[in-house]
């Protein structure tokens, strides 16, 4: 079956970074799209950050555009989301997804991600 074991969390102070890591299993990787989610308390699940198969397409909230670098490593089955820059309102529990994408066609945001970590707490204070 498939597990995604998210890990990396922690806390910081604004201004600071840190560094997400996700460790996949039970799937064929290559094919996967991953992506991050983060939910702040009250506050509904949102996309982060995500990325195509072979990493040849990635997409950022605007947000997080030039703070925040995914990547992957289809060798070890592990996705990554280093955070720099880090502020206040960056807050949440981050949950790494994952969707089968043989063919990376449309926005990676909008698809159906279908498995997800256990999620990793994320707390940046001012």
């Known amino acids: 079956q498939v597990q995604l074991v998210d890990s990396g969390g922690g806390v910081v102070q604004a201004g600071g970074s840190l560094g997400l890591s996700c460790a996949a299993s039970g799937l064929d990787f290559t094919n996967y799209a991953m992506a991050w989610f983060r939910q702040a308390p009250g506050k509904e699940r949102e996309f982060v950050a995500a990325?195509?198969?072979?990493?040849?397409?990635?997409d950022y909230t605007e947000s997080v555009k030039g703070r925040f670098t995914i990547s992957r490593d289809n060798a070890k089955n592990m996705v990554y989301l280093q955070m720099n820059s880090l502020k206040p309102e960056d807050t949440a529990v981050y949950y790494c997804?994952?969707?089968?994408?043989?063919?990376?066609?449309?926005?990676?945001?909008?698809?159906?991600?279908?498995?997800w970590g256990q999620g990793t707490q994320v707390t940046v204070s001012s």
């Open positions: 990325i195509s198969r072979t990493g040849s397409r990635i």
């Open positions: 997804a994952a969707v089968f994408l043989p063919l990376t066609l449309g926005d990676l945001r909008s698809k159906q991600y279908n498995h």
